[in-house]
Structures are given as structure tokens and as C-alpha cells.
């Protein structure tokens, strides 16, 4: 009972008492007013004999106060008030808010576990598919089938980890800092978080597509079957026979690199930015078969790929494709193509002239090498373009190269799903020498010239005749 009717009601006794002192109703008259009285329970017939007015007056008015207190609208504790900003239990059924709910809710409701769950639930089925999926892209880069599968692969990590949010909650949080680009800043403050939690979760979901989910998605072509389907596609688009990927260099620009960096020197790239080297193999779906990020802007695209384990691979062997064929008498296996900043090998071929020098043979050869190697410019530009945290990357420098690994994976599962393509960022003109041949590598360089020639004289016959 609210402790104000309590004082009004004591009050009344003791005013009822005054009136008609022959019907008191209280124990005490010295007891004072400010403390709750102790009631005792008057007779009945004591009421009745009394030949004062006051006790009607009394119940006439005790009942009118208690049903103004009853009517009352009760203060909610502050405390025990859900904030709709805040983090709540995954296992809450609680209805979660409509669109007009949230419309007048601040900012930041939008981006609740609760508004979340009305979309990724109720609200999603109700869109056709189209419209569904038009949106979930624009919000988290992908469609919803897509993001599903993400979540479903990731959860039993993520559940692992003991995170106190939803799998799918924290999935979508990053993937809309990762196709967005924004900052640990800016989601920290839609969402209600601190911007090292944003970090963490960032950091988390990025090393669990980077490590958990490349061996499945990011594969080099070594069954049969998929040499043959790349090579057919490879040679339908060039007319050069055995050709199984494209290979090429991107800086991955930097936001910001520590005043006191050791070596800050080395991660600017040809083109003045702060940045590392992401290297890449496509195939004819501008699908990434082998990522590498080892190395900072500064460093030359050959000093990059010779670091790598791809490279390490083809020269030792490691990796052998079971598919030759012959070449005016020369066995060519399967090979990458990439410009002059790569070196000349057996297993990477490379323009015979930069400017267009060499013979028709030669130059038609270099022609359609570099038709083949568009595909993989045109992938980088798609990853950058779907996930425009690469044009400024604005993670700890630590934690850099696994979001690119990250975004590559996130590349493949989108172009596998043949989700629409966004619009291809475009790379500045490249502007490298030719690379010198090293000693260790002169075996491959020579026998790679001779493939090469082969390959341009064949290629100019086959054209000439038709």
C-alpha cells in the first residue's frame, strides 16, 4: 500500500476520533501521525450506536482514497527496467519489438539482439526472396542463404569460445563492419558495446573463417576434374591451352600504422599509402585458389610470391597436376599466368614484352596471357568492392592479415552462391620492372622460355589458319 495513503489514512482516524470520541477507532490517540499506526478492528455495533455523522464521513472518505491509491500508476525501478540497448539472454523468447516499436526507440535499438532476432526471424520469411536477400546484402554483404551458411559453420566455435552473444549476432556484427568498412568506434556505439569488445569479436570471427574455413573454401585445383574444368574454361577465354589460374599483387591500404612502428618505411607501397601485400590465384570464376599476406607494401610482388608457400610448393614438386599435354614436342603441365613483375618459370608464364616489342607470334601470345590474367584483377576488384574494409583496413596491424584472409574466404563463398557482383573497385595502373631471375631458378627459367615460345608459335598458327 503506497505510504502516503497510509499518512491520509492515519490522519482520518485520528480526526474521526476528535469528532466522535465515543467510536474511537484507534488503539493509541498520542501515537503520532507520522508513523503507520497499529489498527485495531471496532465492533460493529459500536459504529451503529453512534449518533455522530463522523463515521459515514470516515469510510465515505477512506474508500474514495483507497481507490484513488489503488488507480494510481505505479514507478517502475529504474533498475529492474530492460534496456533495449542492452545485450540480452540468447535463450529470451520475449516477443521481440516491430518496426514501429523501434521507431521510436533510439538509435541504437536497431542494432539490439531483439531487433536482430525480428529480422532474422519473423520479418526475413515474410519478403520474397528476392527483396530478402537485396536486403540482408545491403546490410551484411552477403544474401541471407549465404550468411546461414557462414553462422552454421562458424557456431560450434563460436559457442566454444563462451561468448556471451548469439552466434549469428556477432557473425552479422562483423560482417557489416567488414562490408561497410566502418570502425570498432562506430559499431560500438550502434550497438551499445565498448569499442575493445567490437575488436575482440572482429578479431575472433575473422580468425575463424581465416584458419577454420580456407581448407574448404580456398583450395588449389589438383583433382582432375577441376583441371579440366578450369583449363577449358581458360582456354575458351585465351585460346591458350593448360592454363589454370591468374596471379596478381594488391596493396591492402592501411588506416593508420603506430608512430612507433619498428620499420614503418617498409609498409609503404609504390603508390605512397601505408599498406601490406595480398597475393592471389583465380581461376575463371574469379575464385581464389591460393592467398597469401606475408608481406608489407614495400616489397615487390616477386619478392612476395617466392616467400610464399605456393611458390615453395610448385618448386619443390609438391604439388604435381596430372594433366600434361604435348606442345610442339614440349610436355606442358598446368600453369598461372601473371605480368612481367613476375619471374619467367615452368610454372608461371609471364608477357614476352611489356610494351608490345616482340614478334606478331609473341605479341599475340602476350595478348591473350593478359585476358587470361584480367580474371584476376577483376576478383581483386570484386573483394574490394564487397568488402570495403579493404580500402582502408582499420584493424590493428596484428590482426590484418587474417581480416583479408578473412574477406578472400568470404569472396569465395559469395562467387560459389553467385551473388550478384558489386561494383569492381578500381586498382591504380601498376608501374613495376621485370624481375631479375635468381640462381636458384635458372633451371625453371629456361625450360619455362622454351614452354613459352612454344606456346606463342602454336597459339599464332592455330589463329593464322582459321
Same mark, same amino acid.
Given at each position: 500500500?503506497?505510504?502516503?495513503?497510509?499518512?491520509? %489514512?492515519?490522519?482520518?482516524?485520528?480526526?474521526?476520533?476528535?469528532?466522535?470520541?465515543?467510536?474511537?477507532?484507534?488503539?493509541?490517540?498520542?501515537?503520532?501521525?507520522?508513523? /503507520?499506526?497499529?489498527? +485495531?478492528?471496532?465492533?460493529?455495533?459500536?459504529?451503529?450506536?453512534?449518533?455522530?455523522?463522523?463515521?459515514? %464521513? /470516515?469510510?465515505?472518505?477512506?474508500?474514495?482514497?483507497?481507490?484513488?491509491?489503488?488507480? *494510481?500508476?505505479? *514507478?517502475?525501478?529504474?533498475?529492474?527496467?530492460?534496456?533495449?540497448? #542492452?545485450?540480452?539472454?540468447?535463450?529470451?523468447?520475449?516477443?521481440?519489438?516491430?518496426?514501429?516499436?523501434?521507431?521510436?526507440?533510439?538509435?541504437?535499438?536497431?542494432?539490439?539482439?531483439? !531487433?536482430?532476432?525480428?529480422?532474422?526471424?519473423?520479418?526475413?520469411?515474410?519478403?520474397?526472396?528476392?527483396?530478402?536477400?537485396?536486403?540482408?546484402?545491403?546490410?551484411? $554483404?552477403?544474401?541471407?542463404? =549465404?550468411?546461414?551458411?557462414?553462422?552454421?559453420?562458424?557456431?560450434?566455435? &563460436?559457442?566454444?569460445?563462451? %561468448?556471451?552473444?548469439? +552466434?549469428?549476432?556477432?557473425? !552479422?556484427?562483423?560482417?557489416?563492419?567488414?562490408?561497410?568498412? @566502418?570502425? !570498432?568506434?562506430?559499431?560500438?556505439?550502434?550497438? +551499445?558495446?565498448?569499442?575493445?569488445?567490437?575488436?575482440?569479436?572482429?578479431?575472433?570471427?575473422?580468425?575463424?573463417?581465416?584458419?577454420?574455413?580456407?581448407?574448404? /573454401?580456398?583450395?588449389?585445383?589438383?583433382?582432375?576434374?577441376?583441371?579440366?574444368?578450369?583449363?577449358?574454361?581458360?582456354?575458351?577465354?585465351?585460346?591458350?591451352?593448360?592454363?589454370?589460374?591468374?596471379?596478381?599483387?594488391?596493396? &591492402?591500404?592501411?588506416?593508420?600504422?603506430?608512430?612507433?612502428?619498428?620499420?614503418?618505411?617498409?609498409?609503404?607501397?609504390?603508390?605512397?599509402?601505408?599498406?601490406?601485400?595480398?597475393?592471389?590465384?583465380?581461376?575463371?570464376?574469379?575464385? /581464389?585458389?591460393?592467398?597469401?599476406?606475408?608481406?608489407?607494401?614495400? &616489397?615487390?610482388?616477386?619478392?612476395?610470391?617466392?616467400?610464399?608457400?605456393?611458390?615453395?610448393?610448385?618448386?619443390? $614438386?609438391?604439388?604435381?597436376?596430372?594433366?600434361?599435354?604435348? &606442345?610442339?614436342?614440349?610436355?606442358?603441365?598446368? @600453369?598461372?599466368?601473371?605480368?612481367?613483375? @613476375?619471374?619467367? %618459370?615452368?610454372?608461371?608464364?609471364?608477357?614476352?614484352?611489356?610494351?608490345?616489342?616482340?614478334?606478331?607470334?609473341?605479341?599475340?601470345?602476350?595478348?591473350?596471357?593478359?585476358? $587470361?590474367?584480367?580474371?584476376?584483377?577483376?576478383?581483386?576488384?570484386?573483394?574490394?568492392?564487397?568488402? *570495403?574494409?579493404?580500402?582502408?583496413?582499420? =584493424? $590493428?596491424? #596484428?590482426?590484418?592479415?587474417?581480416?583479408?584472409?578473412?574477406?578472400?574466404?568470404?569472396?569465395?563463398?559469395?562467387? =560459389? !552462391?553467385?551473388?550478384?557482383?558489386?561494383?569492381?573497385?578500381?586498382?591504380?595502373?601498376?608501374?613495376?620492372?621485370?624481375?631479375?631471375?635468381?640462381?636458384?631458378?635458372?633451371?625453371?627459367?629456361?625450360?619455362?622460355?622454351?614452354?613459352?615460345?612454344?606456346?606463342?608459335?602454336?597459339?599464332?598458327?592455330?589463329?593464322?589458319?582459321?
Amino acid at each position: 500500500m503506497d505510504e502516503s495513503f497510509l499518512l491520509m %489514512l492515519s490522519n482520518l482516524l485520528h480526526l474521526h476520533n476528535t469528532l466522535d470520541p465515543t467510536t474511537s477507532l484507534i488503539s493509541s490517540p498520542s501515537t503520532p501521525s507520522v508513523s /503507520f499506526p497499529s489498527l +485495531s478492528s471496532p465492533s460493529p455495533s459500536s459504529l451503529l450506536s453512534s449518533s455522530s455523522a463522523a463515521p459515514l %464521513l /470516515f469510510f465515505t472518505l477512506a474508500s474514495l482514497l483507497s481507490f484513488l491509491a489503488s488507480s *494510481k500508476p505505479r *514507478k517502475q525501478n529504474p533498475d529492474t527496467t530492460t534496456n533495449c540497448n #542492452n545485450i540480452t539472454n540468447p535463450s529470451d523468447n520475449s516477443v521481440p519489438p516491430t518496426a514501429s516499436d523501434n521507431s521510436a526507440l533510439p538509435d541504437t535499438a536497431a542494432f539490439s539482439v531483439a !531487433a536482430f532476432r525480428a529480422l532474422s526471424t519473423e520479418h526475413i520469411w515474410s519478403l520474397e526472396a528476392p527483396l530478402r536477400d537485396a536486403h540482408w546484402r545491403s546490410l551484411y $554483404g552477403l544474401s541471407y542463404p =549465404v550468411f546461414t551458411t557462414v553462422v552454421d559453420k562458424l557456431k560450434p566455435h &563460436i559457442t566454444a569460445s563462451n %561468448l556471451s552473444l548469439p +552466434s549469428d549476432y556477432a557473425v !552479422a556484427m562483423v560482417l557489416s563492419r567488414l562490408a561497410h568498412g @566502418y570502425s !570498432a568506434t562506430t559499431l560500438a556505439s550502434r550497438y +551499445s558495446l565498448e569499442p575493445y569488445l567490437i575488436s575482440k569479436i572482429t578479431n575472433m570471427v575473422t580468425r575463424l573463417l581465416a584458419t577454420k574455413l580456407y581448407p574448404e /573454401f580456398i583450395k588449389i585445383p589438383v583433382s582432375r576434374r577441376r583441371l579440366i574444368e578450369t583449363t577449358q574454361a581458360f582456354e575458351e577465354l585465351t585460346s591458350l591451352p593448360n592454363m589454370c589460374g591468374a596471379i596478381d599483387g594488391s596493396p &591492402i591500404k592501411l588506416h593508420r600504422i603506430a608512430s612507433d612502428q619498428s620499420g614503418g618505411n617498409l609498409y609503404k607501397c609504390s603508390y605512397g599509402f601505408p599498406s601490406i601485400l595480398l597475393q592471389v590465384v583465380a581461376d575463371h570464376k574469379k575464385v /581464389f585458389w591460393d592467398v597469401c599476406v606475408k608481406a608489407p607494401g614495400a &616489397i615487390d610482388d616477386a619478392t612476395h610470391f617466392r616467400d610464399s608457400l605456393l611458390y615453395n610448393r610448385l618448386v619443390s $614438386g609438391d604439388v604435381v597436376w596430372d594433366k600434361m599435354i604435348n &606442345i610442339r614436342g614440349h610436355h606442358v603441365r598446368p @600453369y598461372v599466368v601473371g605480368d612481367w613483375c @613476375y619471374p619467367l %618459370l615452368s610454372f608461371l608464364m609471364t608477357p614476352f614484352s611489356p610494351n608490345g616489342a616482340g614478334t606478331p607470334a609473341q605479341n599475340l601470345f602476350d595478348g591473350m596471357l593478359m585476358k $587470361g590474367r584480367s580474371v584476376v584483377v577483376e576478383a581483386i576488384g570484386l573483394l574490394k568492392g564487397r568488402w *570495403k574494409i579493404l580500402q582502408d583496413l582499420n =584493424v $590493428g596491424l #596484428n590482426h590484418a592479415p587474417q581480416t583479408i584472409v578473412a574477406c578472400c574466404v568470404l569472396h569465395n563463398l559469395c562467387q =560459389v !552462391a553467385r551473388e550478384p557482383e558489386p561494383e569492381i573497385w578500381k586498382e591504380p595502373d601498376e608501374n613495376g620492372s621485370p624481375t631479375r631471375v635468381l640462381e636458384n631458378e635458372k633451371s625453371f627459367h629456361y625450360f619455362g622460355g622454351s614452354l613459352r615460345q612454344a606456346l606463342a608459335d602454336d597459339l599464332h598458327q592455330r589463329l593464322s589458319s582459321r
